[in-house]
T-cell receptor, first 111, second 112 residues
Framework: SQQGEEDPQALSIQEGENATMNCSYK?????LQWYRQNSGRGLVHLIL?????REKHSGRLRVTLDTSKKSSSLLITASRAADTASYFC???????????FGTGTRLLVSP | DTAVSQTPKYLVTQMGNDKSIKCEQN?????MYWYKQDSKKFLKIMFS???????INETVPNRFSPKSPDKAHLNLHINSLELGDSAVYFC???????????FGPGTRLLVL
C-alpha cells in the first residue's frame, strides 16, 4: 500500500503545550501536505512543503521534511482547545497524479 | 460563498437502491476529486477529473460512476447500494493536480 503512516495515532495534551506528530511515507515525493479535519467536517489544508525544502512555518505550525528518512513532522506550538482535530499528512508521489493520505493523528487539547 | 459544496449532507437508504451525490466548486479549479473515508478515518481517492476528463479511476466497483457535466461540477452516482458503501464521501478540487486541495463538507451515506 502506498498509504503513509502517522505517529502517534492519538495524542492528548493540555492547552499551551506543544504537539508533535510524525508522518512516514514509502515512495519519492514531489510535495507533502498537512490537513486538519475537525469532527464531522471536511479536510482543511494547513501547509505544503516541497521535496527540496527542509522546513516551513505558518503561524503556530512548523513542518519539517527529511526525504532521506522519508518522514515529516508537524509541530503545533502553544496549542489551544480549538486545535482539537485529526491531522493527516498527504504525499504527492512522483509519477502519480494524486495525493495519498496517511492514517491520521487524533489530537485532543484539553483546556 | 462556499468554495466546495456537496448535497446531500446526509443520505440514509436501503440496500439495492441507486443514489447520487452532487458536488460544485466555485473556485475556478480545473481538477475535481471524489474520496471515500471509512469508519477508521482512512481517506482513499476514488476518481479525479481534470477539465471534465477522467484522469484517475482507482479500484472502485463499477457500481460507482462519476459524471462531470462541466469543470465546476462532479457528481457521483452509485447503483445497487451495498452495506459496505456506508462511509463519508468527500468531494475536493484543486487548481493543479497534486497541489493543495479544497474539500467539501462531506456526505454521510448510511446503507441499511
Amino acid at each position: 500500500s502506498q498509504q503513509g503512516e502517522e505517529d502517534p495515532q492519538a495524542l492528548s495534551i493540555q492547552e499551551g503545550e506543544n504537539a508533535t506528530m510524525n508522518c512516514s511515507y514509502k515512495t519519492s515525493i514531489n510535495n507533502l501536505q498537512w490537513y486538519r479535519q475537525n469532527s464531522g467536517r471536511g479536510l482543511v489544508h494547513l501547509i505544503l512543503i516541497r521535496s527540496n525544502e527542509r522546513e516551513k512555518h505558518s503561524g503556530r505550525l512548523r513542518v519539517t521534511l527529511d526525504t532521506s528518512k522519508k518522514s515529516s513532522s508537524l509541530l503545533i506550538t502553544a496549542s489551544r482547545a480549538a486545535d482539537t482535530a485529526s491531522y493527516f499528512c498527504a504525499t504527492s508521489n512522483t509519477g502519480f497524479q494524486k495525493l495519498v493520505f496517511g492514517t491520521g493523528t487524533r489530537l485532543l487539547v484539553s483546556p | 460563498d462556499t468554495a466546495v459544496s456537496q448535497t446531500p449532507k446526509y443520505l440514509v437508504t436501503q440496500m439495492g437502491n441507486d443514489k447520487s451525490i452532487k458536488c460544485e466548486q466555485n473556485l475556478g479549479h480545473d481538477t475535481m476529486y471524489w474520496y471515500k473515508q471509512d469508519s477508521k478515518k482512512f481517506l482513499k481517492i476514488m476518481f479525479s477529473y481534470n477539465n471534465k476528463e477522467l484522469i484517475i479511476n482507482e479500484t472502485v466497483p463499477n457500481r460507482f460512476s462519476p459524471k462531470s457535466p462541466d469543470k465546476a461540477h462532479l457528481n457521483l452516482h452509485i447503483n445497487s447500494l451495498e452495506l459496505g458503501d456506508s462511509a463519508v464521501y468527500f468531494c475536493a478540487s484543486s487548481q493543479v493536480t497534486r497541489e493543495t486541495q479544497y474539500f467539501g463538507p462531506g456526505t454521510r451515506l448510511l446503507v441499511l
